[in-house]
């Protein structure tokens, strides 16, 4: 189109246009509207309206004063009043901002990557659920028959002549154990909230575990039995064992796990004198047997409780996962001195899965009185076998007495570890990165509901029960004494699914606590309870209510609500 401009012509009032090439269109003007008598009329009828309400508005306006002109003064008052309501404006906006970034996940979606052994079955699970988050699976640490050079990576060294450098992924979560860990204590310092590593362990923490270490720490606690570290304590063992009640002990190596090394004697078995005063072996700790272990039928048992441990020292943080474990012996339960000392009945006395759970136990699958094949239950449904069997069981009492101990001796446990010498050692290094640990607590439980700490576990078995019990003839060639999963042969595990069940939620809860892949207010579950150092039995008979509801149930007339008077009121 050709662009005009319309303009007027000052001496004809017409309107016209100039349009390409110089040449001007007179435009006829449009025709002015009538005005119709009807209309005048109208708009004299509202003029005295119109008046009206311009009275109104300057009658509520107040009357301007003779110094409205001048400028208002501003008086010390009025500014800090003023400051004060920018700076109260300005902090809401910064704890909203402060509270939508804490709630938020730290890691984005995008890089959400982690990194284990794929050839250690006690890593499979937790793959497998990290997986099913929406994590991506880097693979192996390293090169398996090269652990060394973890600490390559770490450094992002060179790989050798014009093989370039070792890159590290962006974010990454790394799910070891400890001596990976200290491998990768050379990785670069991060600040804790937006650190790009996180390390699931704790360096220090496998020797506050030992049972020497345990029983340094824990021998005065009146949760964990009589011990004593040969044979630098011989003395003060031997007026020990003089005393009634004190007739069977229990011998642990210092270090050692899954019950190897383990053995009970009578102190009148001659082969336990000849061990007690051998002065040359290695320090072993000896252990006031528990004679009067609760069985459920016939069968002796220990609570395998899962625990969670997220900060150390001065940024100590433990939680307590509500359910666990209750692993059974195969043998029936009958403490005498034929099955102890040189004939120590391992299947009898020892409760590890590790014992039990093997090839060449033919009582595994048999259906054994009241706990059937297997050697597994959730510590749920035991409780309620307990109630039905024993008819000396209270719920009262041990929703009151036994788990207020239990949560007093799991957060003096916890605490102790996370405040042990070796930990304080390694400081820098457990500050550098996000870590966090899984542990796992033994205890025992006496006829009298009362509750004893047996040991705690590092580098727990977070793995799943496998559907079929161990099979000898098994055509797998890395098919281990514990069996694997083409195992079938033997008999059905009945019980994996809920087993399994227990370990899902120990490692999704696990996860949620670092808050890598969910929001701040999805952090702690309901299956944890927080182990603090000091609680008011108030807070323990809460705590206790919640850890026993999984094992009662609301319409059982025998369940009543802890009475704060009826927990345990020594604070750690």
Not at 40 to 61: F, N
Not at 115 to 128: G, I, L, N, Q, Y
Request: charged letters at 30%.
């Amino acid at each position: 189109p050709i662009p005009c401009v319309p303009w007027q012509s000052q001496t004809s009032g017409q309107y016209q246009r100039r349009v390409h090439g110089g040449k001007m269109l007179k435009v006829t003007p449009a025709k002015k509207l009538k005005v119709t008598p009807a209309a005048k009329a109208q708009v004299k009828s509202r003029a005295p309206d119109l008046k009206m309400e311009e009275c109104d508005k300057s009658m509520k306006t107040p009357a301007k004063n003779s110094n409205s002109d001048r400028p208002q003064r501003v008086t010390e008052k009025m500014l800090q009043k003023a400051i004060k309501k920018k700076q109260k404006k300005n902090m809401v906006i910064l704890e909203k901002r402060e509270r939508e970034a804490r709630e938020a996940p730290k890691w984005p979606a995008r890089a959400r990557f982690f990194k284990s052994w794929t050839d250690d079955a006690a890593f499979d699970e937790v793959r497998m659920i990290l997986s099913k988050r929406g994590w991506t699976d880097l693979g192996d640490v390293c090169n398996p028959l090269n652990t060394k050079e973890l600490i390559d990576i770490a450094q992002c060294k060179s790989r050798g002549q014009n093989l370039g450098k070792h890159s590290l992924p962006r974010r990454c979560l790394w799910w070891v154990h400890e001596d990976d860990g200290r491998r990768l204590k050379h990785l670069p310092q991060e600040d804790m909230e937006s650190g790009r590593h996180c390390i699931s362990t704790f360096l220090g923490t496998n020797s506050a575990v030992t049972k020497v270490a345990i029983t340094e720490q824990l021998r005065n606690e009146a949760f964990y039995p009589t011990s004593f570290v040969l044979p630098r304590e011989l003395k003060e063992f031997k007026k020990s064992m003089k005393k009634k009640g004190n007739e069977y002990w229990i011998c642990k190596p210092r270090d050692d796990f899954a019950g190897q090394g383990i053995k009970v004697y009578k102190n009148t078995q001659k082969e336990f004198e000849e061990l007690i005063n051998n002065e040359k072996q290695s320090e072993f700790v000896i252990q006031r047997y528990v004679p009067n272990a609760l069985c459920i039928g016939p069968y002796k048992f220990h609570f395998r409780m899962y625990t969670i441990l997220t900060g150390v020292l001065d940024d100590y943080e433990a939680f307590l996962y509500n359910d666990g474990h209750a692993l059974f012996s195969t043998v029936k339960y009958d403490l005498n001195e034929k099955n102890v000392g040189d004939n120590f009945d391992i299947l009898m006395h020892l409760t590890n899965w590790s014992q039990n759970f093997v090839k060449g136990n033919k009582y595994l699958k048999e259906d054994k009185p009241v706990i059937g094949p297997g050697c597994e239950w959730s510590v749920s449904n035991a409780l309620k076998a307990i109630a039905k069997t024993n008819k000396k069981f209270s719920y009262e009492r041990f929703l009151g007495l036994s788990i207020g101990y239990y949560l007093l001796s799991s957060c003096c446990t916890m605490h102790s570890i996370a405040q042990w010498k070796h930990v304080k050692r390694n400081k820098k290094e457990n500050y550098a990165h996000p870590r966090f640990e899984n542990f796992g607590l033994d205890v025992l439980m006496d006829t009298d509901c009362n509750i004893y700490l047996m040991e705690a576990n590092t580098e727990v078995g977070l793995n799943s029960s496998l559907p079929n019990f161990p099979d000898e003839d098994c055509p797998e060639e890395l098919c281990e004494k514990n069996g694997c999963v083409k195992c079938h042969k033997t008999g059905k595990n009945v019980r994996a699914r809920e087993n399994n069940k227990v370990i899902d939620e120990v490692v999704n809860s696990t996860i949620n606590l670092m808050q890598l892949d969910v929001p701040f207010s999805k952090r702690v579950t309901q299956q944890l309870i927080p182990l603090r150092v000091k609680q008011t039995p108030a807070e323990l008979a809460a705590l206790a209510a919640r850890v026993a509801l999984r094992g009662s149930t609301k319409s059982d007339p025998q369940v009543q609500q802890p009475h704060q008077n009826d927990v345990p009121t020594k604070l750690y």
